[in-house]
């Protein structure tokens, strides 16, 4: 079947949008093509410096006939519905046909070619393609990420004709700027298409520019004895800056070593789009670089090479500067610099985020096993890298410099490390910090985020998380479950509350004669949970700013989130989302003995034991709840000797009383697997009872008793889980 063949061709293409453009290629014209009633056999978009590329092998000359129903408003319906119904159609009444008292119309097209087709869909991708950034140029109305210069458009080998705003398709493009003929050249199909692009120096796969690249630089590195540092994110991006990409290795003055080594690597990446080099045998980096030219130097790049280096030179002792001057200002004067930098409009400054985070890493310390002091410590330094000169010209380096510039003020390691890494984990694939203080800190910023947004009414919607809040609290998930802390989340909230109202107060208190450590110590002899009178009264004054209300309703929808990231993490990890359900549902805010709890339960439901106990705890919820909406169930504990009683119903009851007793020394140790063995014992005496005992008996004091021993069978089982939440 026919090939169809495009290509753009236009000035230079942001690296940074090339892969989003194909993507975007692809979707656009699957979407027009499907809408005509097309299909194919295989579509693949590409993208480079200079182009945009589709191709689409096994199209049909032309698309299907068409016989289509559709249905209209029934035959009482008003007249104007029935008016609006054929001009949608284009049929007169006469034509529609009746059934069942509803109007239907026939409709018939014929197919149209794939060529006409195909026009139409190129006119309408080009005119509304969805750049992050677009232009116009000359006199046209066209919008284009850059100035569009020739289109090939070719189906079956043969030219699709049209014209784009001046622009008239056809079957010729351009090679390499600089290596290439120079010369225009036509193309049959895309097997010659991409064979003579890569005469011309044109790579037209992003994947094999990257080979290229790979190849070339370790072969470059091997040659001297040295290792590439492998960055995907830089490679992504020069494979998207050379249609030819030619790795040469240059060399840096070794004096540069002496900055710290995030910072060689950051200026080369960002400033110039230079490869780290490092020598296998030393620690830290090489005084090399490998940049990625778009051309083939006649003298094997020497030139280039010293260019390159001449530049880097003068970046990097940018960065000395900073690095030098950041030593001189110091901690103290960085916080001072915080006091005017605004968090949020709603949530303070800086500085107060840092009164935060050190109140609460203190709070945390002892629950982590760190100490309380270095924890505290460590919070207060560990915004304050934000107002250096370094983190100014490089804020990805925020953390990091700080826990340098913490090494070199002499601050113990425990404290630098928890500065350089209190960020962490910004995502899934980032480690977990495992040091005590670092995992205080970590989540005492995290939860201060999560708190502060969640008050002001800045929680995630859909896709929309402009905070990072899921993030957030995936790392304090993350930073809990690893390092095994036993952290309860609701103990935790009251402690940052208390250190928001107080901020709220001396805002909204400037002149109170209150001090601040007086207010301290009042708010901190409250109870929150049990006085939310006062806590409520006290919110009353910062009302006027809006900030802070609600604050008990703002906790549970916090832990709800929590509970909801978990249950995505575990889904992740396998487990079923109805199991974290059925644990949450008791109020547990442990998120490791939540865990503990999901996995035994996973397994014990895994075996015929757990299964068959689940359909029966269901069956008799479901007793009980009939029974329930007929009035307040029977209570009182469960007899035993009754006359006539059956031996299944006896039976099951001492099993309840027993695996009672059993499972609340099981939870009482947190021994998960102890407990489901104690639910198992009784998915015997259950189904006995099921299979000999009719629980609605005729006589009052039968039936009452048999629901109090069911009464007794869901009690005990919703002590290790809701069984109700779970699926089966």
């Avoid at 002091?373 to 983190?391: F, H, I, T």
Wanted: glycine content about 8%.
């Amino acid at each position: 079947m026919p090939q169809l063949l495009l290509e753009i061709f236009s000035e230079e293409i942001p690296a940074r949008m090339q892969q989003g453009a194909a993507r975007d290629l692809e979707r656009m014209a699957s979407e027009r093509l499907k809408a005509a009633g097309l299909t194919w056999e295989a579509l693949n978009a590409f993208a480079g410096p200079r182009r945009l590329t589709l191709v689409i092998d096994g199209l049909p000359a032309a698309t299907p006939d068409r016989n289509e129903e559709v249905k209209g408003p029934k035959t009482s319906a008003p007249a104007q519905a029935l008016e609006g119904f054929l001009r949608k159609t284009g049929l007169t009444q006469d034509q529609l046909v009746e059934r069942d008292g509803i109007w239907f119309a026939e409709i018939s097209s014929k197919g149209r070619q794939t060529t006409e087709v195909f026009a139409e869909a190129v006119d309408q991708i080009v005119r509304s393609f969805p750049w992050p950034k677009s232009m116009r140029w000359g006199v046209g109305t066209l919008r284009w990420v850059r100035p569009i210069k020739r289109i090939i458009a070719l189906f079956d080998g043969a030219v699709v004709p049209f014209e784009i705003d001046g622009i008239q398709s056809g079957d010729v493009t351009e090679g390499h700027r600089f290596l290439g003929s120079g010369k225009p050249f036509a193309v049959k199909d895309f097997a010659d298409y991409r064979a003579k692009l890569e005469k011309e120096y044109v790579l037209l796969d992003v994947a094999d520019r990257k080979l290229r690249i790979l190849d070339g630089a370790k072969a470059a590195c091997a040659a001297r004895g040295l290792v590439l540092v492998d960055d995907d994110g830089l490679l992504d991006e020069v494979a998207g800056l050379a249609e030819w990409p030619t790795p040469i290795l240059g060399d840096m003055d070794p004096q540069f070593l002496s900055l710290p080594p995030e910072v060689v690597r950051l200026s080369m990446k960002v400033h110039q789009k230079y490869f780290a080099v490092r020598d296998p045998s030393k620690d830290g980096l090489a005084p090399n670089f490998l940049v990625v030219a778009n051309i083939e130097a006649t003298d094997g790049g020497k030139a280039l090479s010293a260019g390159n280096s001449r530049v880097l030179s003068a970046r990097l002792n940018d960065a000395r500067f900073f690095w030098d001057e950041d030593q001189k200002v110091g901690f103290d004067a960085w916080n001072d610099k915080l006091t005017g930098v605004t968090f949020h409009a709603k949530l303070g400054a800086l500085s107060e985020r840092v009164d935060r985070i050190a109140a609460l890493a203190r709070e945390i310390a002892p629950l982590v096993g760190a100490d309380a002091a270095q924890a505290e410590q460590a919070a207060r330094l560990s915004k304050a890298d934000l107002a250096s000169g370094m983190v100014s010209e490089f804020p990805e380096l925020q953390g990091i410099m700080g826990g340098y510039y913490a090494r070199l003020a002499g601050y113990p390691d425990a404290v630098a490390d928890a500065v350089r890494d209190h960020y962490k984990p910004q995502g899934p694939g980032d480690s977990v910090p495992t040091a005590p203080v670092t995992v205080a800190v970590a989540i005492a910023e995290k939860l201060d985020t999560l708190v502060g947004f969640f008050a002001i009414d800045e929680k995630p919607t859909g896709s929309r998380d402009p905070y990072a809040l899921r993030r957030a609290a995936l790392g304090v998930i993350r930073l809990v479950l690893e390092n095994g802390a036993r952290l309860k989340l609701r103990d935790l909230l009251p402690d940052i509350w208390r250190v928001y109202f107080e901020q709220a107060w001396v805002r909204s208190n400037p002149q109170s004669a209150l001090g601040r450590a007086e207010q301290r110590r009042f708010y901190a002899e409250l109870d929150i949970a049990a006085q939310q009178e006062d806590i409520e009264r006290f919110a009353q004054l910062s009302r006027s700013e809006g900030r802070l209300e609600g604050w008990y309703e703002t906790s549970e929808a916090l832990l709800a989130f929590f509970a909801d990231r978990l249950t995505v993490l575990l889904r992740d990890q396998g487990q079923r989302h109805d199991l974290v359900a059925a644990v949450f549902a008791l109020g547990d805010d442990d998120l490791v003995r939540i865990v503990r709890r999901v996995e035994a339960l996973a397994a014990f439901l895994a075996t015929d034991d757990g299964a068959n106990l689940l359909a029966g705890y269901k069956r008799a919820s479901n007793i009980l709840k009939a029974e329930e909406k007929k009035g307040p169930l029977p209570q009182g504990a469960v007899a035993t000797g009754l006359a006539n009683q059956p031996a299944e119903e006896t039976a099951l009851a001492f099993a309840a009383a027993a695996a009672a007793t059993a499972v609340d020394a099981a939870l009482e140790t947190e021994d998960f697997a102890a407990a489901m063995t104690a639910l198992a014992a009784l998915r015997g005496p259950v189904d006995a009872f099921f299979t000999a005992v009719m629980v609605n008996s005729d006589v009052a004091e039968e039936r009452d008793n048999r629901l109090k021993l069911l009464g007794q069978v869901r009690g005990v089982m919703g002590r290790v889980a809701d069984f109700g939440q779970i699926a089966g």
